[in-house]
Nanobody, 115 residues
């Protein structure tokens, strides 16, 4: 059974940094991309950053220059380095793996940016 486990969330002051980690257990085949999404209260889930199998990265405009995605799609691990955090970055962050046949989601980790 495939399981994605995120860690690294927490409470941080504006301007601070956090590093999220996601590790997948179980057999996952034909990974196409590993992504981070987030969902704030009352809002839809939105893509934050993506890492493709080929190593390309994509970022939402609202995190460009502040967040960095990295990882290894062969090892099913992905990280999100978040710098210069803002209160509007407060959300539950979800790890997501997209394969040829299906998607997998983690349980989410809470990130709260507040003074």
């Amino acid at each position: 059974q495939v399981q994605l486990v995120e860690s690294g969330g927490g409470l941080v002051q504006p301007g601070g940094s956090l590093r999220l980690s996601c590790a997948a257990s179980g057999n996952i085949f034909s990974v196409r991309a590993m992504d981070w999404y987030r969902q704030a209260p009352g809002k839809q889930r939105e893509l934050v950053a993506a890492l493709t199998r080929g190593g390309s990265t994509n970022y939402a405009d609202f995190v460009k220059g502040r967040f960095t995605i990295s990882g290894d799609t062969a090892k099913n691990t992905v990280y999100l380095q978040m710098n210069s955090l803002k209160p509007e970055d407060t959300a539950v962050y979800y790890c997501h793996i997209r394969t040829l046949s299906r998607d997998y989601w983690g349980q989410g980790t809470q990130v709260t940016v507040s003074s």
